[in-house]
């Protein structure tokens, strides 16, 4: 699945748009419709932000997934930033260290299905998100 | 791409044409700012129906525009809030808190016309 795979490079604040307009495209393409797509992007929007203002740059990956007879988006959203030191604490409404509401990672875990985090400081971050078709 | 910014007796028109970056969501807010002061104007009606996502930052963004309009003397109303946009943002923990929303353009005017003269009767 990685063949098909959609790069989305991240360096700047642009880029967040494109790679909402580009999950949107794979949305549709899979099946999503109405407030699903809206939901997909709004998620990647805030892990895309969360790179430019943190890490700098990084890329989100974007696929179609298959499980069963349910088909979803998988997104990988990866930087070689500096690392989260304390990530329960960075997944907790209204914390932030940067310039957000702090509603960024925690607010795209409840609008996704699933939600993998890991980081390693001075080594990046990568969030692991999915969500199925209903 | 910058957004327009029209003036109509006392209100200021802004119409969000595109998805904007950062930089032009800023510069709507320094514009704002300054037309309030020049034209001194009373409203500020935000037509954001062209936006397909508002996330934190934007909605955030949305939120300081408007207390800046309000420390200039003006009231802002945002209309156009997509129903998909709205659940999204509901679902992501996002709120406007102390900013008028409205329906469309129309809604928004009415809602302004009606906040500037019960404020210039002096009540609330």
């Known amino acids: 699945m990685e063949a098909d795979a959609t790069h989305v490079p991240i360096d700047r604040d642009g880029d967040i748009i494109a790679a909402r307009q580009k999950a949107r495209e794979l949305a549709v393409h899979v099946g999503f419709s109405g407030s699903d797509l809206t939901l997909i992007a709004t998620a990647i929007s805030e892990v895309a932000r969360n790179i430019v203002v943190y890490a700098t740059r990084g890329e989100i990956v974007l696929s179609a997934v298959q499980r069963g007879s349910r088909r979803g988006v998988l997104v990988v959203a990866r930087d070689h930033g500096p690392g989260i030191p304390d990530i329960e604490r960075a997944m907790r409404d209204g914390f932030s260290t940067g310039k957000s509401l702090g509603l960024g990672l925690p607010g795209a875990k409840r609008l996704m299905d699933e939600f993998e985090i890991v980081s390693e400081i001075g080594k990046g971050t990568t969030v692991t998100m999915r969500k199925w078709t209903r | ?124």
């Open chain 2, 1 to 124: 791409m910058p957004v327009p910014i029209l003036k109509q007796g006392e209100m200021l028109i802004a119409s969000i044409q595109s998805n904007l970056n950062d930089q032009d969501l800023m510069q709507l807010k320094d514009e704002i700012a300054e037309k309030v002061g020049r034209f001194k104007s009373r409203g500020v009606v935000l037509d954001v129906s062209i936006l397909d996502v508002l996330d934190s930052f934007a909605t955030r963004t949305l939120r300081s525009i408007a207390e800046t309009a309000r420390l200039r003397g003006a009231e802002t109303v945002i209309v156009g809030i997509q129903p998909d946009v709205a659940v999204a943002m509901v679902q992501l923990g996002l709120t406007l808190d102390g900013v008028l929303t409205a329906l469309d353009f129309e809604e928004g005017m009415e809602l302004l016309v009606a906040s500037i003269e019960g404020s210039r009767r002096g009540g609330s």
